[in-house]
């Protein structure tokens, strides 16, 4: 299904049952093993997703083309090289996105460096920025892992295994493009050359993903390049230092490109549910979500009611009925809108004041959650509701701690302690 609709190559999420620390629910080593020999098939590369040693040594075992990520629970064995030498696999290790373990002082210099120092500064928007200031909840624990992450990068390369740039942009610490830059810093710090560090991000790009002309400098090749003022050669930095960018032949401008990064300003919406639908007067749908996306077991069902006799209301609202179930550390219930234009876009809601709307429900306590662009976990703001009708009024103030310049969606859920529950809505106005 996925190669039907222009899928290049296939994802695969995979941890083994015998990783002593598991992130993602995951499907079996013999699933594994038969997607990537039914990828294969059809002459598709096979990616695999895995954050531990064993589970990347069994990835490459069943015939991995590539690793997502390097491990850092410990360091790589002799027995894993060999493997992944043996079976041609390479490796993304996606070291921005670990930054966020780094020592304090390195990742912020890191992010300084980027922000203040680049040629191309105008693009950055005040988001763009927040997104790289930002980070993932660490412990001591997981810190003190963080020298493997650059050890182990070492190990590869020294061992001959291809290594691709890249970043995993937008997770926290990381934003597209610019992190890029970052990534190539971090692999020289690594122990690469930053020849290698810009193959990395060109020429073996190409090669591993078999895209002929990509990433090199020369005739009918693709004419993706940046000149830049300084030589990367001798300082990897100066890769941040870009006079012209041509994309496919074309010069690009860089005011065009200020174009394309700026975020539309959210224009506010009003939802009565009048007609029969759920849908907003952009045309976007009332979603349901669950935390059954991240392996939870938690259900719920979207409908539109009819007024009936009540009084306060004209003719319909969005009902949202289910049950939070534990089996995952952030269960969540509820519907969902957009605040972009798509799920993968985001809008600018700081202009807007306040998010208001009717509410009624079987429990006391629900939440309103803001997802936004580079934050893994919502910002979330609780509010009681009665079996009554009553007006909820949230000020976006209440969010200031959130990225409002790249809002996601809202998501209108159970609180965590909810078992069954029912939550209706009405007369949603954002302004």
Known sequence: ARIDEGSDYIKIVYESPDAAFKMFPSIDKETLTAVIKATHKYGK?????SQNQISALEAIKAGADGIVHVFMDSMATDELLEAAKKQGTFFIPTVAVYASLAPKVDKEAMVDGLINEAKISHPITPAIKAALQGSFPTNLQMQKLWPNILKNVERLNLA???LLAGTDAPNPGTAYGISLHAELQWLVQAGLSPLQALQAATAKVGQAFKISGLGL??????????LVDGNPLEDIKQTINIE??????????????????????YKGIKVDFNQGQLLTDNGN???????EMMGGKSTVALAWKAASSETDLKEGYLSITGEIKAGFPFPWSGSTMLLGKTMAGFSDISQIKSITFKARGSA????????TEGQMQPLSIDFTVTENWQTITIPLEAFAKANIQQAKFLVWSASLDHGEFSLDIDDLVIQ
């Open 45 to 49: 590369l096979a990616l695999v997703h």
């Open 160 to 162: 001959g295994i291809p």
């Open 217 to 226: 400098l020369k005739v009918d090749s693709i004419a993706d390049m940046l």
């Open 244 to 265: 012209r960018i041509w994309r496919e032949g074309r010069l690009i401008n860089f005011e065009s490109a200020s174009e394309i990064l700026s975020t539309e300003h």
């Open 285 to 291: 749908s009332f979603m349901p979500t669950t935390d």
């Open 364 to 371: 006391p306590n629900y939440r309103l959650m803001l997802f």
